[in-house]
């Protein structure tokens, strides 16, 4: 079945540091990306939605300047979070798409959990 | 904007028991995908089961199932036969059938207890 890895799956750092975060889809190709944030016992929110080769589109409310979403090929997205803060601190989890249809499942990478100290 | 909701934080089911778990939608669109995840304390997303929203037919996957009522905008999860390994947090998840990749919105999740 499709594998998505995503790394590291643990970050404990420093406030002001920055931290990536790589999701990768091991045997297919991924033309959309999408990223959520999850608090403790809540929901998936989704952050933002990237297609190989062009910007991100990131939803409302969640500051572009501050999570920085590169993909640069049909198998690997990034996400940076720029100059962390406690804040920041939350589940992170990718999900990648082939195919470009809707039909397509979604699969979900198994998360990063980062702690800004 | 489309909504999803699970009104059951928290559900509770003996070992070999059927338990069913709720989720209701909000949408103006005629063409659509549901689905219901999984996420055990490991906290992988581990997808369950999936519904076509132009199919009146019901999925099912060996011990789960759905309830799809459209015109209600319901859709619960059936769970037979329930297993320890089933203890999770559940989502239940809409997806637009735009013809491309779509984003995923998600319910509030109920979490499931198995006991013995």
């Known amino acids: 079945g499709a594998v998505v890895s995503q790394h590291p799956s643990r970050v404990i750092c420093k406030s002001g540091t920055s931290v990536k975060i790589e999701c990768r889809s091991l045997?297919?190709?991924?033309?959309?990306m999408f990223w959520y944030r999850q608090f403790p016992k809540q929901s998936l929110m989704l952050m933002a939605t990237s297609n190989e080769g062009s910007k991100a589109t990131y939803e409302q409310g969640v500051e572009k300047d501050k999570f920085l979403i590169n993909h640069a090929s049909l198998t690997l997205s990034t996400l940076t979070v720029t100059s962390a803060h406690p804040e920041d601190s939350s589940f992170y989890i990718c999900?990648?798409?082939?195919?470009?249809?809707?039909?397509?499942?979604?699969?979900f990478g198994d998360g990063t959990r980062l702690s800004i100290l | 904007a489309q909504t999803v909701t699970q009104s059951q934080p928290e559900m509770s089911v003996q070992e070999a028991e059927t338990v069913t778990l709720s989720c209701t939608y909000d949408t103006s669109e005629s063409d659509y995908y549901l689905f219901w995840y999984k996420q055990p304390p490991s906290r992988q997303m581990i997808l369950v089961i999936r519904q076509e929203a132009y199919k009146q037919q019901n999925a099912t996957e060996n011990r789960f199932s759905v309830n799809f009522q459209k015109a209600a905008k319901s859709f619960s999860l059936k769970i037979s036969d329930s297993q320890l390994g089933d203890a999770a947090m559940y989502f239940c998840?809409?997806?637009?059938?735009?013809?491309?990749?779509?984003?995923?919105?998600f319910g509030t999740g109920t979490r499931l207890q198995v006991t013995l």
């Open positions: 045997d297919f190709q991924a033309t959309t």
């Open positions: 999900s990648a798409q082939g195919g470009g249809y809707s039909n397509q499942p979604q699969h």
């Open positions: 998840a809409y997806r637009s059938d735009t013809g491309t990749a779509s984003k995923l919105t």
